[in-house]
């Protein structure tokens, strides 16, 4: 394999995203009004990869303390959709949302989710290979009490946290490093029904949406 082909080949691979550590205390708020939040990584660039259309702005940033792993995002929307459904599933899937997906190796076997509606409802699931929903699943350790939606004109702003000894436990965080997805749903209204469109910070080779494989994630490094 020539060297200009491995250079070429290694430009297509999203570089390591590094988490920077901060000791601070933190009111989970939805505000991230709190200095610690200029300190921390910031990701801006998704990609709306199944369609040609404007992205909407969607930005997220995260760092971690001593115990838990910390995460906002911003989303720019000018028509919020929740979805109201008595299944609570249902309803999050119907709904604008942004996820969070982690693995435990490149096989994807087992990962999980976790997926908050612009409504502050979430969902969780722990799948095997591809697809493979474990029932009745539930991240452990995270309740309404680790996140926060905050509302504004435009749009809609999430801020939460994850305890970094869940994520040991679940054996996605190995000496620093982790694989994470980061997605968002962006519903709008089409006629009489609502429309989706899929957003991701990776980029995709398939034809249709699906964040449940390997190229939606990227390897991420705390320091």
Not at 1 to 18: D, T, Y
Not at 114 to 138: M, T, V
Request: with cysteine; net charge neutral.
């Amino acid at each position: 394999m020539s060297i200009v082909f491995l250079i070429w080949l290694s430009g297509l691979q999203p570089s390591a995203f590094v988490i920077p550590r901060h000791q601070v205390k933190l009111v989970i708020d939805g505000k991230a009004k709190e200095s610690v939040w200029d300190k921390a990584k910031s990701f801006e660039e998704f990609l709306s990869p199944w369609d040609t259309l404007q992205v909407p702005a969607t930005s997220f940033k995260t760092f971690c303390d001593s115990s838990h792993l910390y995460f906002y995002f911003k989303i720019k929307d000018s028509q919020v959709i929740c979805y109201d459904h008595k299944d609570l599933a249902t309803a999050v899937e119907g709904s604008d949302r942004v996820e969070l997906f982690f693995a435990s190796n490149d096989s994807l076997s087992p990962y999980y989710g976790l997926e908050i509606d612009a409504c502050e409802r979430f969902i969780s699931f722990k799948a095997h290979g591809y697809r493979q929903f474990e029932e009745n699943w539930e991240f452990p350790k995270f309740g309404t009490e680790d996140f926060k939606i905050r509302g504004y004109r435009k749009g809609y702003a999430v801020e939460g946290r994850i305890q970094l000894k869940v994520l040991e436990e679940l054996d996605i965080l190995h000496n620093g490093s982790m694989l994470i997805g980061l997605h968002r749903a962006e519903y709008h209204r089409a006629g009489k029904s609502d429309k989706v469109r899929w957003l991701s910070w990776n980029n995709y080779t398939i034809d249709k949406p699906d964040f449940h494989i390997r190229e939606g994630f990227r390897m991420v490094q705390i320091k």
